[in-house]
């Protein structure tokens, strides 16, 4: 009885860690539209081409947003610009939720939990 507890308990731990992103959006095969490196703001904000809205939390909003304080920052900025110099496709996976750190300060923007290029 005891191996099934731990089993049920495992499960649900599981299922919970699934189901806190279920807000997010996913693009995939998007070209990167602009890019604007950081400001006041301390974050890096990308839209992609055609997308008018990045992400049901930010209606009319295309921007995603990056706070410097993100964990792998450079290296997604870095992305980034590669990708929107090279014209390189790129799927994004927004956060579901407003952007951390400073990036609020002129307007709600999503925030950014993956980008990467398809394979």
Do not use: H
């Not at 507890?5 to 996913?26: E, I, P």
Request: aromatic letters at 8%.
């Amino acid at each position: 009885m005891k191996r099934t507890t731990n089993s049920v308990k495992v499960a649900l731990a599981f299922s919970l860690l699934m189901t806190v992103n279920t807000r997010a959006t996913t693009w995939t095969n998007q070209q990167i539209a602009a890019i604007l490196p950081p400001d006041s703001r301390n974050c890096v904000m990308f839209t992609l081409v055609g997308v008018s809205t990045a992400d049901p939390i930010v209606n009319q909003v295309p921007w995603i947003a990056i706070p410097a304080e993100q964990t792998g920052f450079s290296q997604v900025y870095a992305f980034l610009l590669w990708a929107k110099a090279s014209g390189t496709l790129v799927n994004v996976i927004t956060s579901g939720a407003l952007a951390g750190g400073t990036c609020t300060a002129g307007g709600n923007v999503v925030g950014l939990t993956q980008v990467y290029a398809p394979m």
